[in-house]
């Protein structure tokens, strides 16, 4: 089946460590992103890749670092820089190109607890 | 700029009760418009779209009109179910080839049986 995995489900890392989330999806779409969630409010851009070898900044992208080498992943480092890492980090991708009505699929999430 | 704005939740209604939930939006352009739900503990499903001035999106008994001369796009169900508690998230793109979306806060919606 076709999808987006993200692994652990749940992470913990003490202050200070940076810690790297994990995407993969298999639906062999061009556009990936990462999210933040926090309580509360709605989703809100970190980073996000149009092709291979690409990335721009999202909205909040202070303290993240992402790769992105092979079109399947796109993974997510917290750096100890982040103020603020406690939350629920979101990735999806979608078709990108021209008439692609950017229906974002999405992942299962990870929830990052920095203790 | 581009934002959206969804109506404050907590939402709690009944079984076979009617949904409004709303959202309006502030754009350049002509946006695409999306709600997306979220079951407790998983990502985002895409529940419904629409792309331009008068499209209705449906799904699931869900329905939303983009109405551009309100700028909003409304959640509706004429009779919910338990298993519609969740989190709907209102969501814009600012073109058809833009990439980002923009997202509303969220509203929970609890339904008792």
């Known amino acids: 089946d076709g999808g987006i995995t993200q692994s652990p489900k749940y992470l913990f890392r003490k202050e200070g460590q940076n810690v790297t989330l994990s995407c993969e999806q298999n639906?062999?779409?061009?556009?990936m992103y990462w999210y933040r969630q926090d309580p509360g409010q709605g989703l809100r851009l970190i980073y996000y890749?149009?092709?291979?070898?690409?990335?721009q900044k999202g909205d909040i992208a202070e303290g993240y670092s992402v790769s992105r080498e092979k079109k399947e992943s796109f993974p997510l480092t917290v750096t100890s820089a982040q103020k603020n890492p406690t939350a629920f980090y979101l990735c999806?991708?979608?078709?990108?190109?021209?008439?692609?009505?950017?229906?974002?699929?999405f992942g299962p999430g990870t929830r990052l607890t920095v203790l | 700029g581009n934002s959206v704005t969804q109506m404050e939740g907590p939402v709690t209604l009944s079984e076979e009760a009617f949904l409004t939930i709303n959202c309006t939006y502030t754009?350049?352009?002509?946006?695409?418009l999306f709600w997306y739900v979220q079951y407790p503990g998983e990502g985002l499903q895409l529940l419904l779209k629409?792309?331009?001035?008068?499209d209705k999106g449906s799904n699931k008994g869900f329905e939303a009109t983009y109405r551009k001369e309100t700028t909003s796009f409304h959640l509706e169900k004429g009779s919910v179910q338990v298993s519609d508690s969740a989190v709907y998230f209102c969501?814009?793109?600012?073109?058809?080839?833009?990439?980002?979306?923009?997202f509303g806060q969220g509203t929970r919606l609890t339904i008792n049986p």
């Open positions: 754009a350049t352009g002509y946006p695409s």
């Open positions: 629409a792309t331009k001035a008068d």
């Open positions: 999806a991708s979608s078709i990108s190109g021209q008439g692609a009505w950017n229906e974002q699929f």
């Open positions: 969501a814009l793109s600012p073109s058809l080839r833009a990439q980002k979306l923009v």
């Open positions: 639906l062999n779409h061009d556009a």
């Open positions: 890749s149009q092709i291979v070898n690409d990335f």
